[in-house]
Antibody, heavy 121, light 107 residues
Framework: QLQLQESGPGLVKPSETLSLTCTVS??????????WGWIRQPPGQGLEWIAS???????YYNPSLKSRVTISADTSKNQFSLKLTSVTAADTAVYYC?????????????WGQGTLVTVSS | DIQMTQSPSSLSVSVGDRVTITCRAS??????LNWYQQKPGKAPQLLIY???SLQSGVPSRFSGSGSGTNFTLTISSLQPEDFATYFC?????????FGQGTKLEIK
């Protein structure tokens, strides 16, 4: 059974870098059939796609965050990661990692449970 | 970016009701529209992909329709476990964007 699990600090200070890792079990992130990505949700608000990565290393970013975001993958550990620099209170959110099948017809079919990251001094 | 607009933002409904939620895209996305259900404290769950294809394991009371810019999620007979927030999302092009959500509340 495919599982995704986010990990990382729950509290980050303003202006610092938010770093999260998603560990995937039950499937290989090296599969050519899927993208792996990050989505966030501020408390009580809607969902925002942040970035996705393909097994080849190709990355896709939301232009609204692109200058501050890096997504990367470690295939040896079957993990992918998110770094968001220069965080502010507006970056406080539940961060989810998720899988999406290749092709426009598909949505995010597997999600991690989410991890709340609070930006505060 | 493609803007996704859902309506209504909330809906007071009863068990057994037929529920319809709409989603409009700011430009044509053919059929590249997905629907999710989210319960409090949980991750979203994919219900419908490609406008009307039912995700594996999702009850058949959920259905989707539409193409181009106008889409609909229908719950044929609302069950107690369906009280949740529903989001649409376009997968036509990045950046992938979501609607603002529709919360189903108990009447």
């Amino acid at each position: 059974q495919l599982q995704l699990q986010e990990s990382g600090p729950g509290l980050v200070k303003p202006s610092e870098t938010l770093s999260l890792t998603c560990t995937v079990s039950g499937a290989s992130i090296s599969s050519s059939s899927y993208y792996w990505g990050w989505i966030r949700q501020p408390p009580g608000q809607g969902l925002e796609w942040i970035a996705s990565i393909y097994y080849s290393g190709t990355t896709y970013y939301n232009p609204s965050l692109k200058s501050r975001v890096t997504i990367s993958a470690d295939t040896s550990k079957n993990q992918f990661s998110l770094k968001l620099t220069s965080v502010t209170a507006a970056d406080t959110a539940v961060y989810y990692c998720a899988r999406k099948e290749v092709g426009s017809s598909y949505g995010f079919d597997y999600w991690g449970q989410g991890t709340l990251v609070t930006v505060s001094s | 970016d493609i803007q996704m607009t859902q309506s209504p933002s909330s809906l007071s409904v009863s068990v057994g009701d037929r529920v319809t939620i709409t989603c409009r895209a700011s430009r044509s996305i053919t059929r590249y529209l997905n629907w999710y259900q989210q319960k409090p404290g949980k991750a979203p769950q994919l219900l419908i992909y490609a406008a009307w294809s039912l995700q594996s394991g999702v009850p058949s009371r959920f259905s989707g329709s539409g193409s181009g810019t106008n889409f609909t999620l229908t719950i044929s007979s609302l069950q107690p476990e369906d009280f949740a927030t529903y989001f649409c999302q376009q997968s036509d092009s990045t950046p992938y964007t979501f609607g603002q959500g529709t919360k189903l509340e108990i009447k």
